[in-house]
């Protein structure tokens, strides 16, 4: 059974660094293009950065660019998204997952095929 668990939301302050963590089990990473996604109150969920199984330069959205950072860790089964200069919208519910390499990269959050729970991140002003 495929399972993705991220950790390290909270309450923080606009300017703060947050660091989410993703561990999988079920699966391998290294076969998986994974995706960070987030998700406000009242808005589509939507791609803050994603990677393609084969480690290639990651993809970032224009709103995060410059601010987050997305690494992988292969001997722990985990992917990360270190957060900097956070703002007050950044806050959303923060999801990873994860679509098997034998599909082409996508950063389109209905591609993926498994998804954690979701970690909250909020960010006062």
């Known amino acids: 059974q495929v399972q993705l668990v991220e950790s390290g939301g909270g309450l923080v302050q606009s300017g703060d660094s947050l660091s989410l963590s993703c561990v999988a089990s079920?699966?391998?990473?290294?076969?998986?293009?994974v995706g960070w996604f987030r998700q406000a109150p009242g808005k589509e969920r939507e791609c803050v950065a994603a990677q393609d199984w084969d480690g290639a330069i990651p993809y970032y959205g224009d709103h995060v660019m410059s601010r987050f950072t997305f690494s992988r860790d292969p001997a722990k089964n985990t992917v990360y998204l270190q957060m900097s200069s956070l703002k007050p919208e950044d806050t959303a519910v923060y999801y990873c997952?994860?679509?098997?390499?034998?599909?082409?990269?996508?950063?389109?959050?209905?591609?993926?095929?498994?998804w954690g729970q979701g970690t909250q991140v909020t960010v006062s002003s």
């Open positions: 997952a994860a679509r098997e390499y034998r599909y082409s990269f996508t950063h389109f959050a209905p591609e993926y095929e498994h």
């Open positions: 079920g699966l391998s990473f290294s076969t998986y293009g």
